[in-house]
């Protein structure tokens, strides 16, 4: 069972990144994901939930509608669209499985990718 996350890097104040990890192992559209971040020095913080059939989403306060989480079923990858980036979205973006079919639950992490804004 395995997550490979990338698609992180250098974005300007402003600018716009998609995620993406890449799920092997398991049947990828019987299961929750997510995606949670770390910034240097804090706690992991959850950002976006997505159940298994991709129609129903949630996001925390700090996404303020501009980060978007989705999937391709068929292509056993979830995305994270993120838009008009600010500084404090600088963090290691992991992406998360949920535990079963009907627990949001994370119980595997992928490695994780480096998103930096900075002007």
């Known amino acids: 069972v395995q997550l490979q996350a990338f698609g992180g890097g250098l974005v300007q104040p402003g600018g716009f990144l998609r995620l993406s990890c890449v799920a092997s192992?398991?049947?990828?559209?019987?299961?929750?994901m997510s995606w949670a971040r770390q910034a240097p020095g804090e706690r992991l913080e959850r950002l976006a939930l997505l159940n298994p059939a991709g129609d129903s989403t949630t996001y925390a306060d700090s996404t303020k509608g501009r980060f978007t989480i989705s999937r391709d079923n068929a292509k056993n990858t979830l995305y994270l669209q993120m838009n008009n980036l600010e500084p404090d979205d600088t963090a290691v973006y992991y992406c998360?499985?949920?535990?079963?079919?009907?627990?949001?639950?994370?119980?595997?992490r992928g490695q994780g990718t480096r998103v930096t804004v900075s002007s």
């Open positions: 998360g499985k949920g535990r079963t079919y009907y627990t949001p639950t994370v119980d595997l």
């Open positions: 192992g398991f049947t990828f559209n019987n299961y929750y």
